[in-house]
Each structure stands twice: as C-alpha cells, then as structure tokens.
C-alpha cells in the first residue's frame, strides 16, 4: 500500500472525467487500498480516484466513527433522487474550505465492489451526501460549483495564495 497525492483545487486534472473500470484485477486491488490508505491518512470520509490524478470510476468511503465500515463504489450511478437536504461539505481537495450545499435527501445507487460484484444501496444522511460528492468528482465536478461565482472566485483565490505560500 502507498500514499498517494491528492490534487488541490484549483489542478485542471480534477475536472477530467473519469472513465468506467473494465478491468477488475490486483492493478484495481492496490488501487482500492492505496486510495483507502491515503482517504484515512488525510484525514477524509471519502475519495474518488479522480482527486489521486487517476481516472477510473473507483470511490472508497468510510463515514463511520471507528473508521471499520469501508466502501467501495466502483463504476457506480445514482439510479433516483429524492427530497432536498442542506449539508456542510468539505473536500480534501479544497483544504480549509466548508460550504452549506443542497442535494438530494435520498438516492440510490448502482456499483460493483472491487470484486466486480454488481450491488445496489439505498442512502440518506451523510452516506447519501458523500456518494454524490464523490461521483461529482468522477465526473469533473466540485462541491463548489454549487455555490456563487463570487464564492468560488474567493475559494480559487485563496488556495492558489496558500499555494503560492507553501511552494
């Protein structure tokens, strides 16, 4: 297993879109454990590959306390929406950063596991958040690109300044 380096916004990678996994074999198994290593490392509840610079349909998630309840969504596709929530939400690659956003209450989802499995999930709450969040990020989006131009102006700005900064 290794850590990987997990791209900052405003890194025009993180809006490529991410292709469909056709291939389940070890290359995906040390994917999958790579991206949970680095997902627990961060620290973060979710991780698409898109935001390790790797563009295959492959998300790990961990919404639990302990961090004993890994997931994996891969080539995954919301199947209905229902209802509205506003959440806080942040992403590791838009350190610092929290926004209310609204989403769906519910959804649900179609996915194989890393096995090629194919199952389905209904979700709510933060579990229902977090597979949108992360499928936006397969498919080149931003939670922050539900908010205001004038945010997200603000949010560029700020990260490529504490870039600027480190670098």
Do not use: W
């Not at 290593?37 to 998630?61: F, K, R």
């Not at 926004?99 to 389905?120: C, I, L, M, S």
Request: a negative charge; one cysteine or more.
């Amino acid at each position: 297993m290794a850590l990987r380096d997990i791209l900052i916004f405003p890194h025009a990678h993180l809006r490529k879109v991410a292709k469909p996994v056709q291939t389940f074999d070890a290359a995906l198994a040390t994917l999958v454990e790579d991206m949970f290593e680095t997902m627990y490392a961060a620290p973060g509840i979710g991780l698409a590959a898109t935001q390790i610079d790797v563009h295959q349909q492959v998300i790990v998630m961990d919404i639990s306390e302990d961090k004993n309840e890994p997931r994996v969504f891969i080539n995954a596709e919301l199947l209905s929406q229902e209802g509205e929530v506003e959440h806080e939400e942040g992403c590791l690659s838009i350190p610092g950063i929290y926004e209310k956003v609204k989403r769906p209450a519910r959804v649900r989802v179609r996915a194989q596991d890393q096995h090629g499995e194919t199952y389905e999930l209904d979700a709510d709450g933060l579990l229902a958040v977090c597979i949108q969040h992360e499928i936006d990020h397969l498919n080149g989006k931003l939670f922050i690109d539900y908010l205001s131009a004038l945010k997200r102006d603000r949010i560029r700005k700020k990260l490529e300044k504490q870039t600027r900064r480190a670098g």
